[in-house]
């Protein structure tokens, strides 16, 4: 790998000569591969190496064709960068107990967003945003697929989020930045390097955490996170903090491949001056839902009928009056023609009762079939049907006798005609 000499003069001044040796011989290595599992479908072990600093997670021995795993399209792990998974850590230290109102504020792709759901009480709400209108639609999928039915997906800049004032207990930053912990997974990131850059991502970085410095409450938590490694973008934006907001720091984290078994990472934990005080999420009258576990109100328009918790209702009912919300809550049914047919997202949300339609178990080149949006020819019953595979939900089809008419979104489709001559199987 041909790196730029500034940064391996910045490198050198920032860690010392032996210490930049070892980073620019671990940028040589290959990367390393690693899953968390969804709590949420699959709490059970596996048989790998365990990420040592998170719950759930595993190094895998080689990269397998996730894209060819079915079991990644239901939502039952997700692929994650090992160092990024040190958020665990800094949650199961720091975050505070009961009910939260949580934003991620840069959130997509999601492994973060994932990761941060699955240490939330089921009466907490997390707020993904993501401002870039792709990837907000990526992240929306990632989440659904998740199936927390107790989260929002927005796509608006930092600065939108003015006028919620003291309103979440915790945020994350996972900040743009240099890209310098990327240099061995994306070539453009070490193409585009510079210590102009540089230079431009700490500053907006300040900007990015004034925001949400903002929105959080007193005695409110931030995460702070980059995936470079200058102490430009990373400590010194910390100090930073600690001066203007009067912040109490309380931990900081560097990974370094060639002493990590990761990508470049930096993460911190600083507390607001104050005292946190508890959430008194107030429940509308909650509708039966029968298809969900839990109370739901239920958000009627002319294409969708959308659950959200009964809790959270008038939180979400402010943001969709103030922000441009991509998706919350769980969508239970939308229109097709003039069927109103099942959504997607009820398939794959963990709160959907089993047993609402009747299930059909899928080979592994049937559950491909299907999830490259293809018509398939099934015995089953007539008429709306769940589709399994391993006993997970993939999604809905209707069957008409001679075929099954596929219901899986085409934006989520496997594009790929090509598959593997043997299936791919990660979680067993």
Known sequence: MLLPEDFKTLMRWQLGASAA?????????????????????ADKALPYEPVPWCEHAYYLSERPAFTFDPLFHAGV?????????????????????GDLAVLDLCAAPGGKSTLLRSHLSEGSLLLCNEPIRQRSMILAENMAKWGSPACVVTQNLPEDFAHLTSTFDVVLADVPCSGEGMFRKEEHALREWSMQNVDVCWRRQRSIVEDAWHVLKPGGLLIYSTCTFNRFEDEDNVEWMVDKFGAEFLLQRHFFPGRDRGEGFFIAALRKAGTLEGNTFVASKAQEIASLHGDYKLLSTPTTRIAIPVLHADLIDKLHRTMHVISCGVTVEETRGKDWLPS????????????????????YLEAITYLRHEALRLDAPKGIILLTYSGYPLGFAKNVGARANNLYPQEWRIRSTYTPASQVDIVP
């Not at 997700?78 to 107990?97: G, K, N």
Request: include cysteine; proline fraction near 8%.
């Open 21 to 41: 040796e070892s980073l620019f011989l671990g940028l040589e290595e290959e990367p390393v591969v690693s899953i968390r599992l969804n709590p949420l479908k």
């Open 344 to 363: 997607p997202q009820l398939a794959l949300c963990a709160a959907y009762v089993r047993g609402t339609y009747p299930e059909v178990e899928l080979s």
């Open 77 to 97: 792990y997700y692929v994650q960068e090992a160092s990024s998974m040190f958020l665990d850590e800094v949650l199961r230290l720091y975050l505070p107990d």
